[in-house]
């Protein structure tokens, strides 16, 4: 009853847990936990190739429709999801989930963002190796999404973790790269196969250092082999920008939106594969 149009409802500043304490987050993402099928949703943003505007993934994000807040993104609750731990569990959802949706959609790779601490973890390797082993899904469909700060503090751990995945066949991704304490050391010390290029950045392309700063990061990831993702795309000169100084992939909004996994069905059975339509101006 509360879904139609309630789910496609942007993030708005009233809509955020800021007056819960951690406790009550704590205590309700439990609640969410036990009535996931209910309260949490995996939505999907499509990821474009550049060289030719196909759908080439897709990466999940995950929704809380909280019973009185609607709509939480997870940058409001994944922190106090790490915080008490509660996000094991969490991120095994999603993982199950993803994989599971996946299905419907065999020829796209599928993103998974993951916390440090599930990598920390034996259990996350163990899950994703036993998700391969029962053929859940081909493992080089699979890639885990990290962000810089999280390989800060990262541990011998995360980084066997990763090792491990990639012997797998799985990938990994640098995300929102170039926040936080950006090193490229991260690129030499972790197995990292593709840099997923800040929003921030994306955002800051029609300044002079901002475009500039964009061309020195494709030219540095592809100088060592890695894949490049922009992100947080939403106009055209954006998009013609990155296309020409060599980035290999672009999502945003100007492509798509994350998707409920029927929405995102329905987008493919009508594209059936086409190329992408821009629109021939700026939006
Ligand atoms: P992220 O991995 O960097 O994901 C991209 C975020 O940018 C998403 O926010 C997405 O909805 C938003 N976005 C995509 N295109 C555009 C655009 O053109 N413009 C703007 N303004 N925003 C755009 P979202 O879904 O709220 O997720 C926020 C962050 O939460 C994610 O950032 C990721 O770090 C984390 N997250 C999401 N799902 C999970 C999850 O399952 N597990 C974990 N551990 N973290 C997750
Ligand atoms: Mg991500
Ligand atoms: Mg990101
Ligand atoms: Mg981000």
């Not at 199950?96 to 996946?102: G, I, S």
């Not at 066949?169 to 640098?174: E, K, R, S």
Request: hydrophobic share 40%.
């Amino acid at each position: 009853k509360t879904e139609g149009r309630s789910r496609f409802a942007f993030f708005t500043p009233e809509m955020d847990l800021d007056v819960r304490s951690r406790e009550e987050i704590y205590r309700e993402l439990r609640v969410a936990l036990a009535d996931r099928d209910r309260q949490l949703e995996l939505h999907y943003q499509p990821i474009y190739a550049l060289e030719d505007g196909r759908m080439v993934g897709v990466e999940a994000l995950l929704r809380w429709h909280h019973p009185d807040v609607g709509l939480v993104s997870p940058a409001e609750f994944v922190r106090s999801a790490e915080e008490t731990g509660l996000i094991q569990v969490l991120g095994e959802w999603v993982l199950h989930r993803a994989v599971e949706d996946a299905r419907a959609w065999p020829d796209l790779r599928i993103a998974v963002n993951v916390s440090p601490i599930q990598l920390r973890s034996r259990e996350f390797v163990e899950t994703v190796r036993r998700l391969v082993d029962e053929g859940h899904i081909v493992p080089d469909r699979l890639e885990v999404e990290l962000t810089e700060t999280a390989l800060l503090g990262a541990s011998g751990e995360v980084a066997r973790s990763l090792s491990e995945l990639r012997r797998l066949g799985v990938a990994c991704a640098l995300d929102d790269f170039g926040t936080g304490y950006s090193s490229l050391s991260h690129i030499r010390d972790f197995a990292v196969d593709r840099i997923k290029i800040d929003r921030s950045f994306v955002q800051a392309l029609n300044t002079v250092p901002g475009a500039a700063l964009v061309e020195a990061i494709v030219s540095l990831a592809r100088a060592n082999g890695l894949q490049l993702t922009a992100e947080g795309v939403e106009r055209v000169d954006q998009y013609e920008f990155l296309k020409k100084v060599g980035c290999h992939e672009v999502q945003g909004y100007l492509l798509s939106r994350p998707l409920p996994a029927e929405k995102l069905v329905a987008l493919l059975a009508r594209r059936h594969g086409a190329g992408l339509d821009l629109p021939s101006r700026p939006v």
